[in-house]
């Protein structure tokens, strides 16, 4: 089987702010890809920004040091956010000249001739379409991506790009997990109060569907929220809390009972979803990557009655 799982490389490369790595990093983040191929992960994503490009220079490392691997797997990154420049904590650029460098330095870094997909990192408020579409087109047309989508838009802002590829925008990449559960809320809120304060663009995940976009979620895990955080993020008290708590309990039992893991629980709730989610699992840990094997068989055997005891323990109170 075909694993759905994506292998997030966020976390290799040594520290954030730091232009370079040490060997002990190369070996962990060897490691952490090795661990995500055991379990038949083929799939790769990063984006320029991450460890400000230690992330995929590291990965090339990785690439450099197996021959043939590269043929084996498939690599997505991003282009489309700038950091502290100008006095600035980041920006976005989608300009011609920001995807033209960003790629090439990508390239660079992950020491191969071209990308299986680049994603857009961030809709940029000053982008015009129309140079966007010219500038991926123009990387097409030379070989050094072979497809193209974006990451964090809203379905009207992937069709108002659309109007300007050649080709269909492959995926939308969007912070989706039990957790960050907003997407299913966004639904079933329709014509109800609660509706007004949930932010997730209603109609995102329907018009990837229409198209034949993949929904890619980045942090499907919620940083261990559910798996052995010990700390809630915020405040120890409080419903917020307290919900974490409940939820993480009925995950760790119900991944007793399957004999499975709690991130193979929590990966298989999203995946049961029929927007056909794929996860990104961002973890540099080999043990928690290797825990991820079973949520393909999880989501499968999901029943309906177990999915929405998940959704109600997470979200903290009975849907409408």
């Known amino acids: 089987m075909t694993s759905r799982l994506i292998y997030g490389c966020m976390g290799?490369?040594?520290?954030?702010?730091?232009?370079?790595?040490?060997?002990?990093?190369a070996a962990r983040a060897a490691e952490a890809v090795y661990a995500a191929l055991a379990i038949?992960?083929?799939?790769?994503?990063h984006a320029d920004i991450y460890?400000?490009?230690?992330?995929?220079?590291?990965?090339?490392?990785?690439?450099?040091?197996?021959?043939?691997?590269?043929?084996?797997i498939w690599i997505q990154s991003k282009v489309g956010i700038r950091l502290a420049e100008r006095g600035?904590?980041?920006?976005?650029?989608?300009?011609?000249?920001?995807?033209?460098?960003?790629?090439?330095?990508i390239l660079t870094r992950l020491r191969t001739d071209c990308l299986d997909q680049l994603l857009l990192h961030r809709p940029d408020p000053l982008a015009?379409?129309?140079?966007?579409?010219?500038?991926?087109?123009?990387?097409?047309?030379?070989?050094?991506?072979?497809g193209i989508g974006?990451?964090?838009?809203?379905?009207?802002?992937?069709?108002?790009?659309?109007?300007?590829?050649?080709?269909?925008?492959?995926?939308?990449?969007?912070?989706?997990?039990?957790?960050?559960?907003?997407?299913?809320?966004?639904?079933?809120?329709?014509?109800?109060?609660?509706?007004?304060?949930?932010?997730?663009p209603h109609g995102t995940l329907e018009h990837c569907a229409s198209v034949g976009a993949e929904v890619q979620a980045w942090s499907p895990l919620a940083g261990g929220r559910f798996t052995g955080r010990t700390t809630p993020p915020g405040d120890s008290v409080g419903e917020r809390a307290e919900a974490d708590l409940a939820t993480s309990d009925l995950v760790a039992r119900m991944a007793q009972e399957r004999g499975t893991t709690g991130e193979a629980i929590v990966l298989g709730w999203?995946?049961?979803?029929?927007?056909?989610?794929?996860?990104?699992?961002?973890?540099s840990t080999p043990e928690r990557i290797r825990a991820c094997a079973g949520a393909q068989e999880v989501a499968e055997a999901m029943t309906g009655p177990e999915w929405f005891a998940l959704f109600t323990a997470a979200r903290g109170r009975p849907i409408p």
């Open 150 to 200: 974006v990451s964090n838009f809203s379905g009207a802002q992937m069709a108002a790009l659309q109007e300007h590829l050649p080709v269909q925008l492959a995926a939308n990449q969007l912070e989706l997990s039990l957790g960050r559960h907003d997407f299913v809320e966004s639904g079933i809120l329709v014509n109800h109060p609660e509706g007004a304060a949930v932010s997730f």
């Open 88 to 105: 600035l904590g980041a920006r976005y650029d989608l300009s011609a000249d920001a995807i033209r460098s960003g790629v090439e330095g």
């Open 51 to 72: 460890r400000g490009g230690t992330s995929e220079a590291v990965f090339g490392e990785v690439l450099a040091a197996r021959p043939g691997l590269r043929d084996r």
């Open 270 to 283: 999203l995946m049961r979803h029929p927007a056909g989610i794929s996860p990104v699992i961002g973890s």
């Open 128 to 146: 015009d379409p129309a140079e966007v579409g010219r500038a991926v087109v123009r990387l097409l047309d030379e070989g050094l991506i072979k």
């Open 12 to 25: 290799l490369g040594g520290a954030w702010g730091s232009s370079h790595y040490t060997e002990d990093d």
């Open 40 to 45: 038949g992960i083929t799939r790769f994503d």
